[in-house]
């Protein structure tokens, strides 16, 4: 717990005008989520598409990595993933301040969690949680609804925004137990070895240190954090890919189970056959998966030509 964030306190520098325009946001987007979800949602499909004509370049990112992921897909097929992805990502941001100002009865009410039992034994057994969760675009309101089952410790990035980084810490740990500094892998560990549920995002391109080229979907030479590895490796935990995704009713967070042996087994070997885990679990939803970030933009030396030309 020494490790923990020390929790942003409230300034009165907050209520000057050069923070009107985020209180001014922050209010509009709190009396969105007031209104009933089916609504919300339909607001959220009209923001997507505002994304996209406004950031016309990561609307392209999106159906290139789509083409990528799953080369099995018509162009068709393709549009019409893409054109589903963009919906949940303009509902993706009022998911955010839903995850962060919804009351619990709320959170409580739109969440189902399929699983438990995998995170039950291992905390049974004197093991940590080593919750491998997945970029979907309601990660942010699931990480809220995960702490009513069991409260959780994630890594945290400060906003460079002070009051943006106040709204955010203070909405994030409503249900969960602390957060820790993202470079603070050492605390990470600990809290792992404390038999905690700690959650940890394993499948972005985080650059070439620390990474290895294995195969993710249609890429043979996906750079895949080795970071993964060395926490299941240093710490007596049970590793679990963990995703977040949309129901009729509201949302499930649905907890797979241990991938037994990856502590054993070559970089290579590991990390390829989580990724195939990972591919698995993204292919239940693919709508849902954050397909704008450039998850094949670092690209092996031996064949350095972007895929996103």
Request: proline letters at 6%.
């Amino acid at each position: 717990m020494a490790a923990a964030i020390k929790a942003p306190t409230f300034q009165l520098s907050f209520l000057g005008p050069k923070y009107w325009p985020v209180w001014l946001g922050a209010c509009v987007l709190y009396l969105i989520t007031w209104l009933p979800l089916p609504v919300i949602r339909r607001i959220g499909a009209g923001a997507g598409r505002l994304i996209a004509l406004v950031v016309p370049k990561r609307a392209k990112v999106a159906k290139r990595n789509i083409a990528l992921w799953d080369p099995s897909l018509s162009e068709k097929q393709i549009e019409a993933l893409y054109t589903e992805n963009v919906r949940r990502t303009g509902m993706a941001l009022f998911e955010t301040a839903m995850g962060w100002w919804w009351p619990s009865w709320r959170v409580k009410r739109a969440i189902e969690i399929e699983g438990t039992q995998y995170v039950e034994h291992a905390l049974a057994e004197g093991k940590g949680v080593f919750g491998m969760a997945l970029h979907n675009m309601n990660l942010e309101f699931a990480c809220r609804g995960i702490g009513f089952f069991h409260p959780s410790i994630a890594f945290y990035r400060k906003h460079n925004n002070p009051l943006i980084d106040y709204l955010q810490y203070h909405g994030r740990n409503r249900s969960n137990k602390y957060m820790i500094d993202k470079r603070n892998a050492k605390a990470l560990l600990a809290a792992l070895d404390e038999k905690e549920l700690c959650l940890y995002l394993p499948d972005q391109d985080y650059g070439p240190k620390q990474s290895i080229f294995v195969p993710f979907g249609g890429v043979k030479d996906t750079a895949t954090t080795t970071a993964t590895l060395m926490f299941i490796r240093r710490s007596d935990c049970e590793p679990m890919i963990i995703t977040s995704q949309y129901t009729k009713k509201g949302y499930k967070i649905k907890i797979f189970p241990p991938l037994e042996g990856l502590g054993e087994m070559s970089d290579e070997n590991a990390l390829t056959l989580l990724n195939q885990h990972i591919d698995a679990a993204v292919k239940e939803q693919p709508e849902s998966y954050l397909w704008m970030h450039k998850r094949f933009k670092t690209r092996p030396v031996n064949n350095p030509k972007s895929l996103y030309d």
